[in-house]
């Protein structure tokens, strides 16, 4: 198990960036797969994003390809997102998750708010 706790959410323009972290517990973090989803109001948590154990391989839903990119720091324990060209469509809670290889998503952080006024 890990702990998650995510942080950088905010309220920006249309247009802005923001940067989204995603502290981890625990020494087996480089183990885990990592992800991000979002969660916007009425719908459905769905994924954003995720990236390997290295870092060096990552896949995107295609609504946030060439403006999002994650990223890690396995010596800090951390995943990165970063949004930019926000939308407004991008307005959401924001979840990070962790998952072993071969695994589902079974860590979860709390969420962080993002909303992107027009």
């Known amino acids: 198990q890990v702990q998650l706790v995510e942080s950088g959410g905010g309220l920006v323009q249309a247009g802005d960036s923001l940067r989204l972290s995603c502290a981890a517990s625990g020494r087996t973090f480089s183990r885990y797969i990592m992800a991000w989803f979002r969660q916007a109001p009425g719908k459905e948590r769905k994924f954003v994003a995720n990236?390997?154990?290295?870092?060096?391989?990552?896949y995107y839903v295609d609504s946030v390809k060439g403006r999002f990119t994650i990223s890690r720091d396995n010596a800090k324990n951390t995943v990165y997102l970063q949004m930019n060209s926000l939308k407004p469509e991008d307005t959401a809670v924001y979840y990070c998750?962790?998952?072993?290889?071969?695994?589902?998503?079974?860590?979860w952080g709390q969420g962080t708010q993002v909303t992107v006024s027009s």
């Open positions: 990236i390997n154990w290295s870092g060096d391989n990552s």
């Open positions: 998750a962790a998952a072993t290889v071969g695994g589902s998503y079974d860590n």
